[in-house]
C-alpha cells in the first residue's frame, strides 16, 4: 500500500510559479511510473503530466507543454510538479497518483494510489 500526499498548492497570480509535492509513504515508488492530474470544478480528472520509474522518460498534456516540469527523487520517495507561468484555466485540485509498473501513462485508469489533491487557484 502506497499513501500519497500532495503540498505546495495555494493561490497565485496569472504568470505566476508553483512547485508542488508528492510525498509516498508505505513503501517505496521508485519502481513506479508516477503521474499528475488535475480536476476543475464540473469536469472530469484530466492527464497533466507523468514520469517513468527512473525519471528518464516524460509526457506532458498540450495544454501544459512547455510550461509544467514533472520529477522525481527516488531516494527521497517524491514527485514534483513545477509549474510556471500560470493561466486561470490552470486553477483545479492537483492530485498526484503512483503505478503499479515502470511505464509512464496518461490514462487516469492505469493509476492505482492517489493522493488527497491540492487546490491550485490561478486569479487573473
Known amino acids: 500500500q502506497v499513501q500519497l500526499v500532495e503540498s505546495g498548492g495555494g493561490l497565485v497570480q496569472a504568470g505566476g510559479s508553483l512547485r508542488l509535492s508528492c510525498a509516498a509513504s508505505?513503501?517505496?515508488?521508485?519502481?513506479?511510473?508516477m503521474g499528475w492530474f488535475r480536476q476543475a470544478p464540473g469536469k472530469e480528472r484530466e492527464f497533466v503530466a507523468t514520469v517513468s520509474w527512473n525519471g528518464g522518460s516524460t509526457l506532458y498534456a498540450e495544454s501544459v507543454k512547455g510550461r509544467f516540469t514533472i520529477s522525481r527523487d527516488n531516494a527521497k520517495n517524491k514527485v514534483f510538479l513545477q509549474m510556471n507561468s500560470l493561466k486561470p484555466e490552470d486553477t483545479a485540485v492537483y492530485y498526484c497518483?503512483?503505478?503499479?509498473?515502470?511505464?509512464?501513462?496518461?490514462?487516469?485508469?492505469?493509476?492505482?494510489?492517489w493522493g488527497q489533491g491540492t487546490q491550485v487557484t490561478v486569479s487573473s
Open positions: 508505505g513503501r517505496t515508488i521508485s519502481t513506479s511510473a
Open positions: 497518483a503512483a503505478r503499479l509498473s515502470t511505464v509512464r501513462s496518461t490514462n487516469v485508469y492505469d493509476y492505482t494510489y
